[in-house]
Nanobody, 124 residues
Framework: QVQLVEYGGGLVQAGGSLRLSCAASGRTFSRYIMGWFRQAPGKEREFVAAISRTGGATYYADSVKGRFTISRDNAKNTVYLQMNSLKPEDTAVYSC?????????????????WGQGTQVTVSP
């Protein structure tokens, strides 16, 4: 089972940028489809982005398309989320997740492993 740790959260003003990193343990990182999710207080967990095993395919929630970019470096066992043009409504705890199924999914219940999450706060 892969273990995940996120880095890079913090406080930023609206319009600013942050880059989140998620480091995975083990030698099988490239076997996993990776995703980023977020959860704001009082709201359900929300899909943000996902990336295929090779990095050749990416998927985004409509709310972040054009502002966020997901990428991965299999040699470093790391997946990234570059967040630009941040808005106050992007404030949430962001978690990375790994899934070993064949198809990329936005359904969090299909992901096998999760990081502990990192707080992102965007001030107006």
């Amino acid at each position: 089972q892969v273990q995940l740790v996120e880095y890079g959260g913090g406080l930023v003003q609206a319009g600013g940028s942050l880059r989140l990193s998620c480091a995975a343990s083990g030698r099988t990182f490239s076997r996993y489809i990776m995703g980023w999710f977020r959860q704001a207080p009082g709201k359900e967990r929300e899909f943000v982005a996902a990336i295929s095993r090779t990095g050749g395919a990416t998927y985004y929630a409509d709310s972040v398309k054009g502002r966020f970019t997901i990428s991965r470096d299999n040699a470093k066992n790391t997946v990234y989320l570059q967040m630009n043009s941040l808005k106050p409504e992007d404030t949430a705890v962001y978690s990375c997740a790994a899934q070993s199924r064949l198809q990329i999914t936005r359904d969090p219940s299909q992901y096998d492993a999760w990081g502990q999450g990192t707080q992102v706060t965007v001030s107006p």
